[in-house]
């Protein structure tokens, strides 16, 4: 729920979004897989929602124990969920502006189909590059060091995996491209799930991973296919493999 809805959604369309039964079941699927991918071994942690539009994903942390705090860009999304009365606190916030929370406060963080408006230029002067930057400079310092972020997101193709992966390498994280069901058109799902904390830039690495599948019979397969170094962000050299960009060391 990021640029788009500064332009999309009045305060009618907000309200049919965040009460259409199909939509509601798709961002708490969503949420809980985000959850489920940050690993949290205890409840009553703080987490961070970014993208949190009308509050449907703040629900799922919440019904899990968790604390929460929201950011969107989109006054009408925010209007609704304050009218829900949500458990979570709420920021309007564009977050390819950075935002400011104490260092090290959230124990992690989640995104529902939000992270991928970054890539868009919303008006002329806005740079997707500097704005994606920015974002995950500020998601960095806000998490505490360990702490995991789960974003899914809908790229429409690679150029905008590569500009969230490198730009999430460059701040520091750590970790990788999950992609769920990878053989179907329609239940294909990205996450990019990133950890905080690693300083040495020499270990940074972003892998792709396979998760859910569909086939009960196959267990949750993580493939380490390296995809971006710490020697991708500087020269960007690359191979065509099987139709997916690989990024490969000299």
């Known amino acids: 729920m990021c640029i788009r809805d500064r332009y999309c959604y009045n305060e009618d369309e907000a309200k049919k979004y965040s009460n259409c039964t199909r939509i509601i079941e798709i961002q708490s699927i969503l949420a809980e897989r985000c959850l489920e991918l940050l690993g949290l071994e205890e409840d009553n942690a703080l987490l961070l929602d970014v993208g949190c539009g009308s509050g449907l994903s703040g629900d799922v942390l919440t019904e899990n124990g968790h604390h929460w705090i929201g950011l969107d860009i989109s006054r009408p999304m925010m209007n609704v969920a304050v009218e829900r009365e949500l458990e979570g606190d709420l920021y309007e916030n564009d977050v390819g502006q950075g935002f400011h929370f104490r260092p090290g ?146």
């Open 105 to 250: 406060v959230f124990d992690g963080a989640i995104s529902v189909s939000a992270i991928q408006w970054l890539c868009v230029a919303g008006k002329k002067a806005d740079n997707p590059y500097k704005r994606i930057g920015t974002f995950f400079k500020s998601l960095y310092n806000c998490l505490r060091s360990g702490a995991k972020a789960a974003l899914q997101f809908y790229p429409e193709n690679s150029e905008q995996i590569d500009m969230l992966t490198l730009a999430a390498l460059k701040a520091g994280f750590t970790g990788g491209v999950l992609v769920d069901y990878p053989h179907s058109t329609k239940a294909k799902k990205f996450y990019l799930v990133v950890t905080a904390g690693d300083e040495d830039i020499t270990k940074r690495k972003i892998v792709q991973m396979v998760g859910k599948t569909g086939n009960e019979d196959e267990i949750e397969e993580q493939k380490d296919c390296l995809l971006y170094t710490s020697d991708a962000a500087d020269d960007l050299l690359c191979v065509d493999l099987g139709g997916r960009r690989i990024i490969k060391k000299k």
